[in-house]
């Protein structure tokens, strides 16, 4: 296939792999489509040796990179204060994660020091969201080959721009309304990655199926041809057929990915994902403070339930959360069966759609031979 973003980003078929999971982005890139690395939890040295890998393992393909740099790259030499940002979280709610995880056989006392760590350094990551390390950031991607770069949240900062301008290298900003992707396309951005409400991770309330065709008229009533990448629980190739007939120039997906061979998903959380249907997910706050469509597990339902604790506004409901689900995770890998039963992890709603463990090469085949399938499917409709 040969279309826009094909030639923009120097791939064969227009399929990008979001991904944690260095071995999935390498594995992507090498089958056709592009990997797209989420560093968001790098410092600039872990994002140095993660990209130095992925060089070294692509064949010399492109990938991209996801990061969230706030518009205003500032603040450096300021510090965050770590006593003050743990301080900040409400006993309540901390009452609430060991009751819950009491409750489920989980002994939140025995492992409380452990959480208590994870959150620390949480906090002090969490300078990677501040000016000083952003920058550091941008300065470690740039020196990698990389072919795209995408901003997780909001409006990329104007030195992203001119950075990926200058390296001649195409960014990208990930949207959920159609009034973001104007205002996106205005800031200067190459790509826009319209995020349906079925997606996995951070996401709005449209459909795909809605926000694709609206993005992509609102672009066009402007005259403006910057390219569209369809998102959000698209899982096979005639989904991305679809979304390809209503605009979009390619696919975007997180979740497809979480179940396969390279993937570093809780292995019991892949087996969870395996046998889920597409109503086993749930978009909440309770996750990150702001709305994040996960797993469904007792986990979820116990914060969906009257009388839990309202989520905290970002970022502090990520250090209620993050630290105990951490926890759980490694215990769930054991014999605790509570902790099997809480362990959930973001995806969206083509779960349902995930059923059979595949290598991510083998997932971008399949996808490949459906769009296929799903063209001929369309032309044989037209015909008859
Ligand atoms: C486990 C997981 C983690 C995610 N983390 C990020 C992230 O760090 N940055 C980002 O831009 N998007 C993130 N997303 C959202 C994806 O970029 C993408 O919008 C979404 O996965 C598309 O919908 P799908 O999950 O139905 O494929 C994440 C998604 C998942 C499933």
Redesign the pocket.
């Known amino acids: 296939m040969n279309n826009r973003i094909c030639d923009m980003l120097g791939i064969e078929f227009p399929l990008v792999a979001?991904s944690?999971c260095r071995d999935v982005v390498a594995a992507v890139s090498r089958a056709g489509g592009m990997g797209v690395f989420?560093g968001?939890?790098c410092s600039p040295e872990t994002l140095e040796e993660e990209l130095s890998w992925i060089d070294d393992h692509v064949d010399g393909k492109p990938y991209g990179l996801?990061i969230?740099v706030p518009n205003k790259v500032e603040g450096k030499g300021e510090t965050l204060d770590p006593d003050a940002v743990l301080a900040a979280i409400p006993d309540e709610h901390k009452q609430f994660t060991n009751d819950l995880m009491q409750h489920h056989g989980v002994d939140a006392e025995r492992i409380a020091d452990d959480i208590e760590m994870v959150r620390r350094d949480q906090v002090a990551s969490a300078e990677n969201l501040r000016g000083g390390t952003a920058a550091a950031i941008l300065d470690v991607a740039f020196r990698h080959p990389i072919k795209l770069i995408?901003n997780?949240?909001g409006i990329p900062p104007q030195v992203m721009l001119e950075m990926g301008e200058r390296h001649g290298v195409p960014v990208a900003a990930?949207v959920g309304t159609r009034e973001h992707a104007m205002s996106q396309v205005a800031a200067g951005v190459d790509i826009i990655?319209a995020?349906?409400g079925?997606?996995?991770?951070?996401?709005g309330e449209i459909s795909t199926m809605v926000l694709i065709p609206e993005v992509c008229n609102a672009l066009a009533e402007i005259g403006d041809d910057t390219p569209v990448l369809a998102?959000?629980?698209?899982?096979t190739g005639a989904q991305m057929a679809a979304a390809m007939a209503m605009g979009a120039s390619g696919a975007?997906?997180?979740?497809?990915w979480?179940t396969t061979v390279e993937a570093e998903t809780n292995p019991v959380v892949k087996e969870k994902m395996l046998v889920a249907t597409s109503r086993d997910t749930v978009r909440a706050r309770s996750r990150t403070g702001k709305p994040s469509?996960q797993l469904r597990s007792p986990w979820t339902d116990a914060w969906e339930a009257e009388g839990a604790p309202t989520p905290l506004p970002m970022p502090l409901q990520s250090l209620v959360a993050e630290p105990p689900l951490r926890t759980i995770d490694k215990l769930s890998q054991g014999e605790n069966q509570g902790a099997k039963d809480l362990a959930t992890?973001?995806?969206?709603?083509?779960v349902g759609l995930m059923n059979t463990q595949m290598t991510a090469g083998q997932v971008v085949q399949e996808f490949k031979e459906d769009f296929l399938t799903a063209f001929e499917r369309l032309s044989t409709n037209l015909e008859e």
């Open positions: 979001f944690h989420g968001v939890n996801d969230i995408a997780a949240l990930l990655i995020v349906g079925e997606a996995g991770g951070h996401t998102a959000g629980g698209i899982a975007w997906c997180g979740s497809v979480l469509r992890y973001w995806v969206g709603q083509g």
